[in-house]
């Protein structure tokens, strides 16, 4: 089961009475265990580069059915849970093109997803790739701070390595909160910087509508849809807060270790519930 912890100042007690674990070093190439996303057996493929085992299994422990990483295995598992008592749950997932949808699609056919993507033509050449891999849905353009969905319409929003991305991400908090159901829950993964306090913002929108950089160089983030996207935060424990002010009543950081389902490195979730 998940460790939960729901400020830095617990973390740091915890963490003095010696909890918190080194990074594990897979040296073979291939993990066995369960996926929590499609159910696969046949575990998980390890991704070595020029001979050398990776230094974290957060992207690098895939799953050799759906190719889902270890933070959105991790992830799903706490949303599974979650779910455990809802026949049919409205779920959204806040990456639509991504072999996490197709493989949570099968899974609940009603997931609606989206991708922040305003050109129409780009969004069709991603439709056609979800078309190939059996998920019949249109790629849906979304913003994640004016989410097109009702007040309390929600059962639960999976948002993974995308609130970094977001300039304004107190209002995009404000519209997971607004859309969830009471109860419903948020489960988001950042790339959490578990060993500080606050939060740092290493870039900004400008009034004109450019960019000012906080931090030289500025930092992207590789994107399986191509390219780099732009950092704009680096997360502390003070994101918990900021969802709590966004109208939650309860967050918390949960830390997930679990080797037969393919997790043996932990993995960090922060949970909300509405």
Excluded at 44 to 50: L, P, Q, R, Y
Excluded at 243 to 264: C, N, S, T
Aim: aromatic share 10%; proline share 7%; charged share 25%.
């Amino acid at each position: 089961m998940p460790e939960s912890v729901e400020a830095y100042r617990d973390f740091a007690a915890w963490q003095a009475s010696g909890a918190v674990h080194a990074p594990v070093v897979a040296t073979q190439r291939h993990w066995p265990g369960r996926c929590d996303v499609c159910g696969n057996a046949d575990g998980f493929d390890v991704a070595w580069n020029d001979g050398e085992p990776p230094h974290t299994l957060r992207e690098a422990l895939t799953c050799v059915a759906c190719g889902c990483n270890s933070r959105q295995r991790a992830a799903t598992g706490a949303l599974l849970r979650e779910l455990a008592s809802k026949p049919r749950p409205r779920i959204h997932l806040t990456e639509q093109a991504s072999r996490l949808f197709v493989a949570l699609h099968r899974r609940f056919p009603g997931l609606s997803g989206s991708e922040f993507q305003p050109s129409p033509a780009k969004r069709l050449k991603l439709s056609a790739w979800l078309w190939r891999q059996h998920a019949w849905t249109w790629l849906r353009h979304g913003d994640a701070t004016a989410l097109r969905f009702a007040d309390a319409s929600l059962d639960a929003i999976l948002c993974l390595d995308v609130l970094e991305h977001v300039p304004d991400f107190r209002a995009a908090l404000r519209e997971f909160a607004r859309v969830l159901k009471p109860g419903g829950a948020l489960l988001l993964t950042v790339p959490w910087h578990w060993d500080r306090a606050e939060s740092r913002e290493i870039a900004r929108l400008r009034a004109d509508g450019g960019v000012e950089f906080l931090r030289q160089p500025p930092e992207y983030h590789g994107d399986p849809l191509g390219g780099g996207v732009l950092c704009f935060h680096h997360f502390g424990w003070d994101l918990l807060d900021a969802m709590r002010e966004a109208g939650f009543a309860q967050a918390e950081a949960l830390r997930i270790v679990d080797p037969q389902r393919g997790l043996p490195e932990a993995q960090w979730a922060l949970r909300a519930r509405r």
